[in-house]
């Protein structure tokens, strides 16, 4: 073995002179690099002492080492370990033993054997536990290999007994990812060793060191993870494991205790002290309700999470989350929820509380008072009403998570979510906010409830309001004195808070929507029509009104007795906000009018939508103009687009599809335009129009097909293929109009070698597609592609020229779903009149508050642009935090802008707009720069590719008036 | 060895009057040292002769431990040191002896300046009173002498509230002072680590109480108080300086800032502004909250809360005014409410439990028209609200508490014994555990099992643990040694060096013991026998024919002679050592049975 070893070294020793040699030969800049394992050899044998050893290790942990020669390192660091004295050494050998083996696309069977013999002699135990931690990586590798998991398990097992507690770790660890998980591979090496992994697992439970139980119950998880079954038998051991000293120990137990009640939700388990019995789930939700009150707020997160995932328990269980059994002085006491309850059924609201109104009534048994052992009673309570808020979030998430599986317990837990919306954390208080959203199907809020929540409408923090908005669009109220009092609500929020007016139309549209009936008595009152007297006409501008007529017509939309009750001038208003709130006022059937939109009769499916079927229809006309003469095809391709903008206008759900294909037609009329033969063939002094033409075109072109690319979500590969198709083309125009206007030809060089390799990298990207595209540019260039290199520059225009002509318009097939990125911005609205003022050279903070749809990855693709009347642009990128996520699809920007500039004379507007940006790099096929598997030790790779980086302007300007004022001196 | 509880001058079933003495391993601790709100006379602070007739009590008492600045669990202590004579240490937390004098000069000016009273402590002595007190961070242990150290908890309550573990040897006692098991806006909860002590004394004012979420009465204050303020109407909540009135206030101060509220509040100066200041300063004392946020903002630094004058009374508008004190009975709270009392539009919420014949309890119970002095009738239009705030542990808190820290023997203290005895019951039925409830100068004994830490050197524990299965934390393990006790300490060692250090040879104690055997042949055919019947049997062990004609098992001796009467006979030596008892004893009976006949 030794001699063998030692024939390695001499081997890639001679090997690694050879090529230093040739390196120097061949090119004379480049540093020789020593292979890894001699120059580690050559190191680690100057070594004097243990710490110069250490020294050389720590250096060379450092640079990665490459596949071929990991073998070789790991033979020299073997040969070290076993001459080395030190153990701190031995520790740094081992531990790069495991580093080495995680190189990617090294298999470490071979390493194994040596591996496990430096086990067998070695005294230290921090050495010990590194070596097995190595073997749980070689043995991770290698997990498609039974026999050598059976041999690691078995070495394990047998380093079991140690007296280190770092080890006996290791060993847990190693067999719980490691160890058998089919019973049949067990029989099968029955020889060696049946044994029976969980048993010895279990069997660590009661070890006396803390970690090493925790990595007992640890290894079992993993097991159960891997797929083992686990047995039933272990959960009373790990319900002794609960009233364990260390947190660690209890938190890992109560996962235990979780995956078993999944495992054996209906087995039965006797109590303890009595004889009955009852189901493992039950009682295990019991233990684990028992944790939220632990000492350890670990413990109380990890159980307060976990009391979610349980839906099987008993609602009986579930219910007793709930309930603390409230006493005072040994008599029963009723909760203030009960108490609310009862006034409220009783008719006798919002009394004045008077002394002694929660006095105890009835009398308890002492005897039947359970204070502790009581099991789930009041866990939720005791949650949330903890000491630290993340277990107060995980309570209400679990209380979330078990609602919506059982109506009945939303039910009842909604007295105690709709306090948690006073909780001193915000965090909290929008957990809860959204969780009762999630619940809000089930459940119908009673009026006092309604009140409380309506009470924190008034909450300063916006994300509040809103998140109360919206729970308010799907909550079930049920008394119409409950919607006026919503209504009120509201219109309170409004005035306090302007800013969130469309939140709050938007509300009330879905409120009227959903109680239609209960707005219908409300009606005369709230559009304080009379019955004899004309009102005054109320101001059609009052966000108020409109917030008010929201409601009502929303709720007249199926109550068709409704529009009897309104009065002339809000029939007038109707058509105002029919018009100008499109989205919020839906169509109604008004007597003496017309509907204005045609009823859509459910019984045409949007497959079969006559808009779309026109939208199809006019792509393929346009595909089968390949014989039309030039101006035909113009022609056609123009009323083509226009047909499609003003499509997308009309239907909003057709705009992403529509807008998608006229752009890509508008880039094949361009193209066409810039190629007509008659501007090629005038005279040179005309080539100066000709050229700002077709370079227009050109520019044109490429930015059109950015905007395809990057501003649409849905985009398949099948269209990237035809936008990049449609973008080479554009170059090459761009090529050819560079070469009949440039004299020389040196600058042509390098213009051809680039387009030429763009299309070879074109090539390389889109193999798959290229059989879908005969006849098109592309297909006809690669079959050109020998001769163009060859050729001069002159003759590579020429040809290209002619391939441009000649080639076919490629079909754009449509995905199922294309939607165009939008933005709106709300604030600033940009009709202020008053010049923000400030002093120049500060800054002054301007809100931005924008609604972005369709857009992926936010945070980092959009921008703010400022640009100054000065032409001085700004980009700013906001925060990851400043952007919401409100639903699918939409994101929220709210963010603050800094503005500064040199003082101005007088006001005047910048514009502010938001970008989107893209890099061309980023949807390109091409596989992420792999990281590197050698830790710390990565340098920053160069960019592999230079890509094209730029942003997309996709909101309307906003412009805002500002006035940056001298300094006063 | 036994913990001798004396549950002493004060305290027991009773509230208010805190002071307990107890004695642990020889060693005597006072715990608390409080006065009663109730008298005016002698009765109001704890009998001290009642702890040694004769002697001084610096003699006696090792130390003094203040759980906090409540006046029933600190007043007595100026008296108690400066006017009895006490000078060993006294121990409180921080926060504790910071606004303990504070409290303390408040009181003595009431009494001495405000009654006139005499022979009560004065300035100069609570000043050097406070010159005694050594403050003690959380979870330090402070070690008081050689033996006697003590270390504190938090248990919420008031601002600086400690729990006590004090430990002599292995004996450790808990004195939880009173704690509150729940959060609340300013402060954190009690908590313990399992440090198992002997004794767990244990505060029980709310002991048959489980009481309601405390989030339904904060929301109905907030409401009542939002609903006033806007309606116009002007709230008044009298409270007393300390403890629940900055609950309070920063309630009202995160609400007012949530909701964006403009009515001013305003908080009757005095002891409050200074006591606001160690609230601002003790911040690692309040709770996750305002921990989380103090950077930013200093909770305590009120942007709503303003101080008082006695002109804002008559201000038109809404607003929400603290005032002391708490009952109604004199001062400031009582003057504004006189000017209030006749506005329907505003309201009085009062946050706490009044004391009889205080007007506070009057209008608590409903009376509308008060006879104020100058037989003046005051007709009460104002609303009344009553709001418990109350930070005391309730049973199931207090239970809480028991499961955290496990205690062998739990002892209730504070609170009424009808409410004790159900509490005590439920202890002594769900932890197995005995309860005690001692009632005012009684005196409880407890017996404790302490275990004795014995040192055993590292050569013996290895050798020993290395001998026999696995260690498991739970069966108690036996041990060969030599255990010396010498200068009080307990070692435990191999029996070679116990004999090395005593100076002792060793002697040998050595069993023989004769085996007759029938067997006509000659002796060492004999022996060959025996040698033989015993390798077949003892297969583990190592059985050896010596050239002497002896055989040895192990290191037991085996020789064959004949009866010097009977050549028919042999006689068997067996010899063996003190240390092979085991096996000699089985070889005898072995041999004794005989040998097989077959066998040659």
Redesign the interface.
Same mark, same amino acid.
């Given at each position: 073995m030794a001699a063998h070893l030692k024939k390695r070294v001499y081997e890639e020793f001679t090997k690694v002179v050879q090529q230093q040699h040739e390196d120097l030969s061949a090119k004379k800049l480049r540093l020789t690099k020593p292979s890894k394992s001699a120059a580690l050899h050559v190191d680690l044998c100057k070594a004097t002492s243990p710490a110069d050893a250490l020294q050389y290790l720590l250096q060379f942990a450092r640079k990665p080492v490459e596949v071929e020669s990991v073998e070789g390192v790991v033979r020299i660091l073997l040969e070290h370990y076993y001459k080395e004295n030190d153990a701190s050494v031995r520790l740094k050998i081992a531990s790069l033993l495991g580093l080495l083996s995680k190189t990617a696309g090294f298999s470490p069977d071979c390493i194994m054997d040596d591996a496990i013999n430096t086990l067998q002699n070695e005294k230290s135990h921090q050495v010990l536990a590194q070596l097995l931690d190595t073997l749980l990586v070689i043995g991770t590798k290698l997990t498609e290999n039974p026999s050598v998991r059976m041999r690691l398990v078995e070495v394990a097992c047998k380093h079991l007994?140690d007296?280190s507690h770092g080890v006996r770790n290791k060993c847990l660890q190693l067999i719980g990812c490691l160890g058998p998980v089919e019973k049949g591979v067990a029989k099968e090496v029955e020889s060696q060793a049946a044994k029976d992994v969980q048993k010895i697992i279990g069997d660590h439970f009661?070890?006396?060191d803390p970690r090493v139980r925790t990595a007992a119950i640890k290894a079992m998880l993993q097991l159960h993870e891997r797929g083992l079954k686990l047995q039933q038998a272990i959960y009373s051991q790990a319900c002794k494991l609960l009233a364990d000293?260390y947190e660690q120990v209890r938190s890992a137990a109560v996962q235990l205790i979780w995956v078993l009640s999944q495992l054996y939700p209906e087995s039965i388990v006797p109590i303890p002290s009595s004889n009955e019995e009852i189901r493992l789930v039950d009682d295990a939700f019991g233990k684990i309700c028992h944790m939220v009150?632990d000492?350890s707020w670990v413990v109380r997160v990890q159980a307060a999470k976990l009391l979610g995932s349980m839906q099987q328990v008993s609602s009986h269980f579930l219910e007793q989350t709930l309930d603390?059994?409230?006493?005072? #002085?040994?008599r029963r006491?009723r909760?203030?929820?009960e108490r609310a309850k009862e006034l409220y059924s009783s008719g006798e609201f919002s009394s004045?509380?008077?002394?002694g109104d929660d006095a105890p009534k009835e009398e308890i048994d002492?005897g039947a008072?359970n204070?502790?052992?009581s099991g789930a009673c009041?866990a939720f309570?005791h949650g949330?009403?903890?000491?630290?808020?993340e277990v107060r979030i995980a309570a209400v998430e679990a209380l979330c998570m078990l609602a919506q599986s059982s109506p009945s317990f939303a039910e009842k837990c909604l007295d105690?979510l709709v #306090?948690?919306f006073?909780?001193?954390?915000e965090e909290v208080r929008l957990q809860s906010i959204h969780t009762m959203r999630k619940i809000s199907n089930n459940i119908t809020l009673r009026e006092d409830q309604l009140d409380?929540v309506l009470?924190v409408l008034?909450?300063?923090?916006r994300d509040i309001r809103e998140a109360l908005h919206e729970l308010l669009c799907c909550t079930n109220v049920s008394t119409k004195e409950g919607i006026h009092l919503a209504l009120v609500e509201l219109l309170k929020n409004l005035t306090?808070y302007p800013t969130d007016r469309e939140s709050i139309w938007k509300c009330l549209k879905f409120l009227g929507s959903r109680h239609p009936t209960l707005v219908l008595p409300l009606v005369p009152e709230l559009l304080s029509t009379h019955p004899f007297f004309d009102t005054p006409e109320p101001d059609m501008d009052d966000p108020a009104y409109i917030a008010v007529l929201v409601l009502i017509f929303n709720a007249a939309k199926s109550c068709p007795t409704m529009p009897a009750l309104f009065s002339d001038h809000t029939f007038r208003h109707y058509a105002y906000l029919r018009d100008s709130l499109s989205h919020l006022v839906p169509p109604l059937r008004l007597p003496g009018r017309k509907l204005l939109s045609s009823p859509v009769s459910p019984s045409i499916t949007p497959h079969e939508d006559p808009s779309q079927q026109f939208l199809h229809q006019s792509l393929e006309r346009v595909y089968n103009l390949q014989h039309l003469d030039p101006q035909g095809i113009q022609e056609l391709l123009e009323f083509t687009i226009r047909d499609l903008q003003r499509l997308g206008e009309l239907q909003s759900e057709l705009a992403g599809m529509a807008d998608f294909t006229a752009t890509y037609l508008q880039c094949q009329l361009l193209l066409i335009k810039a190629l007509q033969e008659k501007l090629w063939n005038v005279a040179a002094p005309l080539y100066l129009k000709q050229n700002a033409l077709a370079s227009a075109a050109a520019k044109q072109i490429l930015e059109e097909t950015y905007k395809m690319e990057f501003m649409y979500s849905g985009v398949e590969s099948r269209q990237v293929v035809i936008i990049h198709h449609m973008r080479l083309q554009a170059k090459a125009l761009q090529l050819i109009v560079t070469a009949r206007t440039t004299r020389g030809v040196e600058p042509l060089f390098g213009m051809c070698e680039k387009f030429l390799q763009e299309v070879d990298s074109f090539q390389r990207c889109f193999i798959s597609e290229l059989p879908h595209m005969q006849g098109s540019f592309v297909d006809k260039l690669l079959d050109l592609m020998p001769r163009l290199v060859t050729s001069k520059p002159s003759e590579v225009v020429k040809i290209l020229q002619t391939t441009l002509r000649q080639s076919t318009f490629l079909h754009l097939p449509l995905p199922e779903q294309l939607h165009r990125a939008t933005a709106n911005i709300i604030e600033p609205t940009g009709e202020s009149d008053n010049p923000l003022r400030f002093t120049s050279g500060l800054v002054v903070a301007l809100d931005v508050d924008a609604t972005l749809e369709h857009v992926q990855d936010p945070q980092g693709t959009v921008k703010v642009q400022v640009l100054y009347p000065d032409g001085q642009a700004q980009i700013i990128h906001p925060k990851p935090a400043d952007f919401r996520n409100p639903g699918p699809g939409r994101h929220r920007l709210i963010t603050q802008v800094y503005l500064s500039h040199t003082a101005w004379t007088e006001p005047c507007q910048i514009e502010v707009r938001l970008l989107l940006a893209y890099n061309s790099n980023r949807s390109k096929a091409s596989a992420k720069i792999p990281k590197a598997t050698w830790n710390e030790s990565l340098e920053a790779l160069p960019q592999s590719e230079n890509g094209i980086e730029g942003t997309i302007p996709f909101s309307k300007p906003v412009k805002v008036y500002i006035m940056p004022k001298p300094a006063r001196r | 060895l036994l913990v001798c509880l004396c549950s002493g001058p004060g305290a027991g079933q009773d509230v208010g009057r805190s002071c307990i003495l107890v004695s642990i391993a020889g060693k005597n601790v006072m715990l608390d040292c409080g006065m009663h709100m109730g008298y005016n006379d002698d009765r109001r602070f704890p009998d001290f002769s009642y702890i040694t007739q004769n002697g001084r009590l610096t003699d006696f008492l090792d130390c003094v431990i203040i759980s906090h600045f409540h006046l029933d669990h600190c007043g007595a202590l100026p008296y108690f040191s400066e006017m009895v004579g006490y000078d060993g240490p006294i121990y409180m937390t921080h926060p504790t002896k910071a606004i303990c004098p504070i409290l303390l000069e408040d009181y003595r000016k009431i009494t001495v300046d405000k009654k006139g009273e005499t022979n009560f402590f004065t300035s100069q002595m609570i000043k050097d009173c406070m010159k005694k007190v050594v403050a003690v961070h959380l979870h330090q242990t402070v070690q008081v002498d050689e033996e006697l150290e003590i270390k504190a908890y938090y248990a919420g309550h008031v601002l600086g509230a400690a729990m006590f573990q004090i430990k002599v040897g292995c004996e450790s006692v808990v004195y939880t002072g009173d704690y509150n098991m729940?959060?609340d806006?300013h402060l954190?909860?009690a908590?313990?680590?399992?440090c198992r002590p002997d004794l767990l004394i244990s505060e029980s004012t709310y002991a048959?109480?489980?009481?309601?979420?405390?989030?339904?009465?904060?929301?109905?204050f907030?409401?009542k108080v939002?609903e006033t303020v806007e309606r116009g109407g002007k709230v008044l909540i009298p409270v007393f300086a300390l403890g629940r009135a900055q609950e309070l206030c920063i309630l009202l101060e995160?609400f007012w800032?949530?909701?964006?509220l403009k009515a001013p509040i305003y908080f009757s100066t005095g002891l409050t502004e200074k006591a606001n200041h160690y609230y601002k300063l003790f911040i690692t004392w309040t709770?996750?909250?305002i921990r989380k946020t103090f950077v930013q903002r200093n909770m305590f630094e009120f942007k709503h809360i303003k101080a008082f004058d006695r002109a804002f009374a008559d201000n038109p508008g809404p607003m929400v005014v603290f005032a002391t004190p708490g009952m109604l009975h004199a001062g400031q709270s009582l003057q504004i409410f006189r000017k209030w009392a006749g506005n329907e539009k505003n309201m009085v919420i009062m946050p706490g439990y009044c004391v009889q014949g205080t007007v506070g309890h009057k209008i608590?119970?409903?009376q509308r028209k008060l006879e104020m002095e100058g037989r003046q009738i005051l007709e009460v239009k104002m609303?009344?609200?009553?709001m418990s705030f109350s930070a005391h542990a309730d049973?199931?808190g207090i239970?809480?508490l028991i499961?955290?820290a496990e205690p062998r023997n739990v002892l209730l203290v504070h609170g009424e014994a009808k409410?004790m005895e159900?509490l005590k019951?439920?202890i002594e039925q769900?932890f197995h555990v005995s309860c005690y409830m001692p009632a005012n100068g009684e005196t409880t004994t407890i017996f404790t099992n302490p275990s004795i830490p014995v040192d055993i050197s590292l050569g013996l524990l290895k050798r020993e643990?290395a001998i026999g299965l696995?260690?498991?934390?739970?069966k108690p393990k036996l041990m060969h040694g030599t255990l010396i006790m010498k200068d009080n300490s307990f070692r435990l060692v191999s029996p070679e060096q116990a004999l090395k250090e005593l100076g002792l040879a060793e002697h040998q104690l050595r069993f023989t013991c004769r085996v007759h055997i029938q067997d006509p042949r000659k002796e060492h055919e004999t022996v060959l026998r025996v040698y033989n019947h015993l390798k077949g049997v003892l297969k583990d062990y190592s059985v050896q024919h010596l050239p002497d004609g002896s055989i040895t098992v192990e290191s037991i001796l085996i020789q064959a002679t004949a009866h010097s009467e009977d050549q028919g006979t042999k006689v068997l030596l067996v010899s063996w050592t003190y240390q092979d008892e085991e096996l000699g004893s089985f070889l005898t009976s072995l041999l004794k049975k005989g040998l097989p006949q077959g066998a040659s």
């Open positions: 007994t007296s009661n070890d006396q000293d009150s000492g603390k059994k409230l006493m005072s #002085d040994l006491k909760t203030a929820h004045g509380r008077k002394w002492t008072v204070l502790i052992e009041g309570v949330l009403e903890d000491e630290m808020y105690f #306090d948690m006073n909780d001193e954390i409380t009470a008034e909450d300063s923090s306090k | 729940t959060p806006r954190g909860a908590w313990i680590d399992k048959t109480t489980i009481r309601d979420s405390k989030r339904c009465r904060e929301r109905d907030l409401k939002h995160t800032e949530r909701m964006n709770n996750q909250k608590l119970s409903g609303q009344v609200e009553y049973a199931k239970m809480q499961r955290q409410k159900f019951q439920k769900e643990t696995l260690p498991d934390a739970k």
